[in-house]
T-cell receptor, first 111, second 116 residues
Framework: GESVGLHLPTLSVQEGDNSIINCAYSNSASDYFIWYKQESGKGPQFIIDIRSNMDKRQGQRVTVLLNKTVKHLSLQIAATQPGDSAVYFCAGIGSARQLTFGSGTQLTVLP | NAGVMQNPRHLVRRRGQEARLRCSPMKGHSHVYWYRQLPEEGLKFMVYLQKENIIDESGMPKERFSAEFPKEGPSILRIQQVVRGDSAAYFC??????????????FGPGTRLTVT
């Protein structure tokens, strides 16, 4: 079945540095991935998505990389700001056409 | 344009009582999804509904849980005879067109259910 997970439950970075959050998935049939940001007490907020026929997609200060060979994707946040502190989830869609979420990485931005 | 609305935001129930969670999708959205989030975990899909139809309920527990999305009014997630293990945050999301590559679901703020 579908499985999506994250490498590290917590990540601390200095303000201004770049952040890299990683995610692995087990189902090679997954053809669409989304990164969500969840702040304390709020619902997940869409950040960026990527289709399986792409290796890279860029947004404003964020980049998602997809490596289908090793079933790995990452979210890179440039010039991390205090407002970026949150839990980040990757989610994938496979044959069941459901969103399957990983367990999340808590990003803490240090002053 | 109001986002997805959920109420109540916090709900406390004693074991054996019923919990009713409400979700109003974004204006123009006719597809609703319910997810459950346990502490320190990611969201787990429960059910996907369109107006008056349950499309996919493969993530719903077989007993005590039910969901509806009537022609008029909000979507309701109902939990009967709640147990402590039902304590979680329940999120609703809505979308306009859930095609193969149109999975931009907009999430509500969630209802935090505590069973005492």
């Amino acid at each position: 079945g579908e499985s999506v997970g994250l490498h590290l439950p917590t990540l601390s970075v200095q303000e201004g540095d770049n952040s890299i959050i990683n995610c692995a998935y087990s189902n090679s049939a997954s053809d669409y991935f989304i990164w969500y940001k969840q702040e304390s007490g709020k619902g997940p907020q869409f950040i960026i998505d990527i289709r399986s026929n792409m290796d890279k997609r860029q947004g404003q200060r964020v980049t998602v990389l997809l490596n289908k060979t090793v079933k790995h994707l990452s979210l890179q946040i440039a010039a991390t700001q205090p407002g970026d502190s949150a839990v980040y989830f990757c989610a994938g869609i496979g044959s069941a056409r459901q969103l399957t979420f990983g367990s999340g990485t808590q990003l803490t931005v240090l002053p | 344009n109001a986002g997805v609305m959920q109420n109540p935001r916090h709900l406390v129930r004693r074991r054996g009582q019923e919990a009713r969670l409400r979700c109003s999708p974004m204006k123009g959205h006719s597809h609703v999804y319910w997810y459950r989030q346990l502490p320190e975990e990611g969201l787990k899909f429960m059910v996907y509904l369109q107006k008056e139809n349950i499309i996919d309920e493969s993530g719903m527990p077989k007993e005590r849980f039910s969901a509806e999305f009537p022609k008029e009014g909000p979507s309701i997630l109902r939990i009967q005879q709640v147990v402590r293990g039902d304590s979680a945050a329940y999120f609703c999301a809505s979308s306009e067109n859930p095609g193969p590559y149109s999975y931009e679901q907009y999430f509500g703020p969630g209802t935090r259910l505590t069973v005492t």
